[in-house]
């Protein structure tokens, strides 16, 4: 969901609030659900170059990401440039997670990513697919090239997040909202924070989905989200109706 300096920074709010004592409504820490056995599979993925797996341990416990050598680190510089071209900045995304070395794309091939990963958000905009929407803005707020939002567009994202029933979408949101609203009030009820766990654990458990780690990794940012908010006032949103976007 600690952070390194060229993560999103959590505690770099607009608005500085005074501590207080309450309960993170967060009922689990995603890190502790592996075990030794489970980082030790992780961390022999990691060494053969796959950057989702290096990407997910840096956020999810960076002290325990393997040594990056010469030959895995240009394979994890054509995965993370792989698609930008095409507008697909999940790799770029993940790999700004990772280290910024893996980030340097030249302009000419980012503005065409952009552009075309523009249309793609109008698209889903007009099928009113808010939570593929989320995905799209979050990968491109973390790399610093939010798109264009407005209050209309928060209030659909909101509630798609809000309303949603699936642990796996749950986690998927979260992290999508902190990183693209820092100062939104990530919160969830009990019985969501089980949904999520219970994902989790499966996902731990079979191993077969090559997304178990991601989800890992996105539960770590919802983690640390919760316990950010945990300790300030209560968001209005009233008074404030669009969050702030990170800015980079």
């Not at 002290?63 to 994890?76: F, N």
């Not at 973390?142 to 994202?157: Q, Y």
């Not at 309303?163 to 998927?172: C, H, N, V």
Request: proline share 5%; hydrophobic share 35%; aromatic share 8%.
């Amino acid at each position: 969901m600690s952070f390194n300096p060229d993560r999103i920074n959590i505690h770099e709010l607009t608005i500085e609030e005074p501590e207080s004592k309450e309960k993170p409504e967060f009922l689990f820490d995603p890190s502790r659900l592996l075990s030794e056995d489970d980082w030790q599979a992780l961390q022999m993925i990691a060494k053969q170059g796959d950057l989702y797996t290096n990407a997910s341990i840096a956020i999810t416990d960076r002290k325990k990401l393997p040594e990056i050598s010469a030959e895995t680190r240009e394979d994890l510089l054509r995965s993370a440039k792989s698609g930008v071209a095409d507008g697909h900045f999940q790799n770029l995304a993940w790999a700004k997670y990772l280290s910024p070395e893996l980030t340097q794309v030249p302009v000419d091939v980012l503005d065409s990513g952009i552009e075309k990963d523009d249309q793609k958000i109008s698209e889903l905009r007009e099928k009113n697919d808010w939570r593929h929407l989320l995905e799209h803005v979050a990968w491109r707020t973390i790399i610093g090239h939010s798109p264009k939002l407005d209050a209309e567009d928060f209030n659909k994202m909101k509630e798609e997040f809000e309303t949603q029933k699936s642990g796996e979408y749950l986690i998927e949101e979260g992290a999508a909202m902190s990183i693209i609203y820092p100062d939104y009030p990530l919160k969830f009820s009990e019985e969501n924070s089980k949904k999520m766990e219970s994902h989790l654990k499966r996902q731990i458990q079979n191993r077969t989905d090559g997304e178990w780690y991601l989800f890992i990794a996105m539960a770590k940012i919802v983690t640390d989200k919760c316990t950010e908010v945990a300790l300030r006032k209560p968001f209005n949103i009233e008074t404030t109706p669009i969050p702030e976007i990170k800015k980079f």
